[in-house]
C-alpha cells in the first residue's frame, strides 16, 4: 500500500482498534512512500485519538481500549518523534507528570498521558510515589511547561501542598503551569492548594491544559 | 519465618454489642458493605462538610438490606477534620444497625478516634507492609482489641509477582504476631485485586497469592471487589464472576456494594457449591423471603 489516503484511513482505523503491530507498519509504509511524519501525526494518529477520547467520553469506550489505543500511538510516536524534532515541528507544550509520593495509583495518569499525547503533547511520565525534590529535579531538567500532580487518597492529597511549597522554595513556581487531578480531587481543593488548573477527567484535562498554555504565552510579551 | 500453618481454620471474629460475625474458610463468605464512604460522591461529601449525615442512614439502610454482614465506614472528605467526622459516623451507625464495622481511613488519627468510640470488636481498613504505617497502626489494632487488614504492599511498588506479595505478607505476619502480639487470627489479608480493565494478565497472579496465603499460611483475605471490574462494562456480571472464583482460592470476606443482588446471589450460591452452606438452607431460606416479599 502506498497510496498516501489509503495510509491515513489505514493508520487512523488501526490506532481506533489498539492494533499497535500494524499501526507502527503502516507508519514504515508511510514514511517509506516519503509521506511527511507530521501528516501521519495530524492527519491520522491525533484525529484518531481524539475520536478514542469522544467515545471514551460518550461510555462507548471502555477503559482496556484506551490503553491498547494509546499503546498503538506511542509505538508509532517511538518512529516519529526523532524525525518531528529534526523538521522543527513544535508541540503543543510539554506536560510533565506524575502520581504524588505515598501513592501508587496510576491508571488515571495513564489515561491522561495518553489523551495529552494524542492532543501533541510532549509527556514525561515521573510515575508512581514521586517525592517533591523529584518533581523539582525533573522540571529543571526538562523545564516542562505544565508539571501534572494526581493523587487518588484523600490521604495523598496534601503532597499537592507540599510540592507546590517545593516549587517555591526551588524559585521554580512561576515557571511553571501547575494542574493537579485524580479521583478525590475538586476544584474547591485545587484552588485550596494553589494550583493553576484542574480537570476532572482525562479530555477535559487536554481543554485546560491548552487554554492555561495559551494565556500564559499571551501574556508573555512578543 | 512465622510458624507453619497446622491446618486449623483461622477465625477472625468481629463484634458489635448485640452481633457476632466470624469470617473463616470453613464459614460462609463475609460481605463486607461499602458504600458508606464520600470519595467520588460529591454531594454527599458537601453534605458531610455542612454536618448533614442523612446520607448515611440512607447507605446503611441499603447495605443492610442488601444482605451486608459488616459495613465499612470511610469519612475521607478533603478540608474536613477527618477524625472527629469518622467517629461521629461510626457512632451514627452503631444506633442504626447491629451490624460490626470495619474502620477506614488511611489518617492514624482517625482510625484511632473511630476504634475509640466503637463499641465491640472492629476490623481496621487497613496497614500495608511499610514500617512506618504497621508502627502508627498495630498499637492501637492492639490497644482497642480489633482485627486489621494488611495490604502486601511497600513504599516502592505494588508487587506484580506472587512470590513478593507472599514475601511481604510474611513480614506484615512477623511484625504484628512477634512484635504487637495480635493473633495470626486478626490479621485479614488483602491480596490486592487489580482492575481488570487495566491489564488482563493481573487476575491470575491475584488467584495464585490467594492460594498460596491459603494453603501456607491459612490467613483470611479480603478485597475490595469492585475494583476488578473498573472501567469495564457490565461491571456486575464481572463481579458475580470473580468473587465466586476468589472464594475457590481462599477469598473469605470482601468489601463490596451490598446493593447489587447479581453479586451477592453468586456469592450466596457459592458458598453452597463450597460446602458452607449446609443442606443449602441459608439458599432456600433467601428464595423463600424472595417469594414471599413478591407475592
Not at chain 1, 494550583?195 to 501574556?219: M, T, W
Not at chain 2, 446520607?55 to 477527618?82: C, H, S, Y
Not at chain 2, 496497614?127 to 490497644?143: G, H
Request: charged fraction near 25%.
Amino acid at each position: 500500500m502506498s497510496d498516501p489516503n489509503e495510509i491515513l484511513k489505514g493508520l487512523y482505523d488501526e490506532t481506533l482498534v489498539g492494533n499497535a503491530p500494524r499501526v507502527l507498519e503502516l507508519t514504515e509504509e508511510g514514511l517509506a512512500a516519503g509521506m511527511e511524519p507530521q501528516s501521519l501525526l495530524f492527519e491520522a494518529l491525533i484525529p484518531s485519538l481524539e475520536e478514542v477520547g469522544a467515545r471514551f467520553e460518550r461510555g462507548d469506550f471502555f477503559v482496556p481500549e484506551m490503553l491498547i489505543a494509546g499503546r498503538a500511538m506511542a509505538g508509532a510516536m517511538e518512529r516519529l518523534r526523532p524525525l518531528l524534532a529534526e523538521t522543527g515541528v513544535e508541540t503543543v507544550g510539554t506536560f510533565l507528570m506524575g502520581t504524588v509520593k505515598g501513592d501508587v495509583h496510576d491508571i488515571g495518569k495513564n489515561l491522561v498521558n495518553i489523551m495529552l499525547e494524542g492532543a501533541g503533547f510532549e509527556v514525561i511520565d515521573l510515575g508512581v510515589q514521586v517525592a517533591p525534590e523529584k518533581f523539582i529535579a525533573a522540571i529543571e531538567e526538562h523545564k516542562p511547561d505544565i508539571v501534572g500532580f494526581s493523587a487518588f487518597l484523600t490521604t495523598t492529597m496534601p503532597m499537592f501542598k507540599a510540592n507546590m511549597n517545593a516549587l517555591e522554595k526551588a524559585g521554580l513556581r512561576d515557571q511553571v503551569i501547575v494542574m493537579v487531578g485524580g479521583a478525590p480531587v475538586t476544584q474547591e481543593y485545587a484552588d485550596a492548594v494553589g494550583a493553576d488548573g484542574y480537570a476532572a477527567d482525562a479530555s477535559a484535562c487536554v481543554k485546560r491544559a491548552k487554554d492555561l498554555i495559551e494565556q500564559k504565552r499571551a501574556k508573555v510579551p512578543a | 519465618m512465622s510458624a507453619a500453618y497446622d491446618g486449623e481454620p483461622l477465625h477472625t471474629v468481629l463484634r458489635s454489642p448485640s452481633k457476632e460475625v466470624t469470617i473463616g474458610h470453613d464459614q460462609r463468605f463475609c460481605l463486607i458493605g461499602e458504600r458508606i464512604n464520600p470519595t467520588g460522591r460529591r454531594i454527599f461529601q458537601e453534605q458531610l462538610r455542612a454536618g448533614d449525615m442523612s446520607a448515611i442512614e440512607r447507605d446503611v439502610k441499603a447495605q443492610v438490606e442488601g444482605g451486608a454482614d459488616v459495613l465499612d465506614v470511610n469519612m475521607g472528605v478533603p478540608l474536613t477534620d477527618e477524625p472527629d467526622l469518622l467517629a461521629k459516623a461510626i457512632q451514627l451507625v452503631q444506633s442504626l444497625t447491629d451490624l460490626p464495622i470495619c474502620i477506614d481511613s488511611s489518617v492514624v488519627e482517625a482510625l484511632e478516634a473511630g476504634l475509640s468510640v466503637y463499641q465491640g470488636r472492629a476490623l481496621v481498613n487497613s496497614i500495608t507492609a511499610e514500617d512506618d504505617r504497621m508502627e502508627a497502626i498495630l498499637p492501637l489494632v492492639k490497644k482497642y482489641d480489633a482485627a486489621v487488614i494488611a495490604l502486601p504492599n511497600d513504599a516502592d511498588e505494588i508487587p506484580m509477582e506472587a512470590d513478593k506479595r507472599l514475601a511481604l505478607t510474611e513480614k506484615i505476619v512477623r511484625v504484628a504476631t512477634e512484635e504487637y502480639g495480635i493473633a495470626k487470627a486478626d490479621i485479614v489479608i488483602d491480596p490486592l485485586a487489580m482492575p481488570i480493565g487495566a491489564d488482563t494478565s493481573t487476575a491470575l497472579v491475584t488467584m495464585e497469592t490467594m492460594r498460596r496465603i491459603r494453603d501456607e499460611h491459612g490467613l483470611n483475605m479480603t478485597c475490595g471487589a469492585s475494583n476488578t471490574s473498573f472501567g469495564m462494562p457490565d461491571r456486575h456480571t464481572l463481579g458475580a464472576a470473580w468473587l465466586p472464583m476468589a472464594m475457590t482460592q481462599g477469598l473469605t470476606c470482601a468489601i463490596m456494594d451490598a446493593r447489587s443482588p447479581q453479586i451477592v446471589e453468586a456469592v450466596k450460591a457459592a458458598d453452597v457449591f463450597m460446602n458452607h452452606d449446609e443442606w443449602g438452607m441459608a439458599w432456600i431460606s433467601a428464595h423463600r423471603a424472595k417469594a414471599a416479599a413478591t407475592a
